[in-house]
């Protein structure tokens, strides 16, 4: 016997969508549509906002540093480093690179008084900070009292690794006027002298915390 319905006996008729399904339904279609109009809105303002920063370089562009207290104007490539631009813009050859690459710590100087490897720090990045190399280490005339010390106890050799070692050692007393031996071995951990010369450093370092024991700051940075 044929059935007028076409469906065979047994077979459920499909649901029919309910309110309640096409409610959820609308509401998740709309929360979506919201909230993909919010993600072009937010990428839109961003992009605004990416659009009105200032783009520097890939040419040289006007930096002003304080270098020992002076202000210097030079225009340099964002890329360039601090030890680059110290040594060949500004002539303050004191300060050396070793290794180039923030392994040896020959490069040290200080910003804002504290000791850095300027041979991984961009220039660009230190306007506005005070930067001290070995060569504003001295007052005027007077040698820094590391660096007397350094040459009372002869603790250089080839002196490629003196000025690093010299800004370690200073920022040290800085830090700590009456250091001990294993304080200055502390100090110098990353400072890498191939001619061997630590003990005569370290000899020399703690001199220097005995003159000075007392006389308050040791260093400009």
Known sequence: MSHSSGQSPGSKKPDALSRRGFLRGAGISAAGAALLDGGVSALAEEQARADQRKVLGPGPVPVTLNVNG???????????TLAHVLRDVLGLTGTKVGCDRGACSACTVFIDGTPVCSCMTLAIDCAGLKITTIEGLSRGEHLHPVQEAFIEHDAMQCGFCTPGMVMSCASLLQQNPNPTLD???????????????YPKVFD??????????????????
């Open 204 to 221: 020399a370092t703690l001199a220097a915390a005995k003159k000075m024991s007392g006389k308050g700051d040791v260093s400009r940075g």
């Open 183 to 197: 304080d200055v071995k502390n100090a110098v951990r990353g400072n890498l002298c191939r001619c061997g010369t």
């Open 70 to 80: 002076t202000e210097q104007k030079v225009s340099i490539e964002p890329r360039a």
